[in-house]
């Protein structure tokens, strides 16, 4: 699916398209705490989060993070849009909740990081 396809699919409005929006996405991982993001999300992946905070931008930018998806309508502040454009980091808002933006994209064929063992 791409990121285009994301955010129609969760009624997303996307605020900085990034370099390309019809990059495929496997795999989300959805977290609030930028620290399990940075342990734990893939390269590639679209990041599902609340927390409105540049840190999210820079922890996705780190990761090398296909999107950040804002759930539950936050939407980004102007600094963190004119940083997610200087990183080339695609970033969409949605009205959804967290657990629900997943479930659809999980029905859409998206899946979760594998857990380690």
């Known amino acids: 699916?791409?990121?285009?396809?994301?955010a129609s699919i969760l009624e997303a409005e996307i605020?900085?398209?990034g370099p390309d929006l019809d990059q495929e996405i496997a795999i989300a991982y959805a977290s609030d705490m930028m620290a399990d993001v940075?342990?734990?999300?893939?390269?590639?992946?679209a990041l599902i989060t609340g927390l409105r905070s540049q840190q999210v931008i820079r922890s996705a930018e780190l990761k090398d993070l296909a999107c950040i998806i804002f759930s539950r309508g936050k939407v980004?502040?102007?600094?963190?849009?004119?940083l997610?454009?200087?990183?080339?980091?695609?970033?969409?808002?949605t009205k959804l909740p967290m657990f629900t933006t997943s479930g659809i994209l999980y029905e859409h064929g998206i899946r979760g990081v594998?857990?380690?063992d």
């Open 114 to 116: 594998k857990a380690s």
């Open 1 to 6: 699916m791409t990121i285009r396809q994301i």
């Open 15 to 17: 605020c900085v398209p």
């Open 38 to 45: 940075l342990a734990f999300a893939v390269p590639g992946c």
């Open 84 to 93: 997610a454009r200087d990183c080339g980091m695609s970033i969409m808002y």
């Open 76 to 82: 980004p502040d102007s600094g963190m849009i004119d």
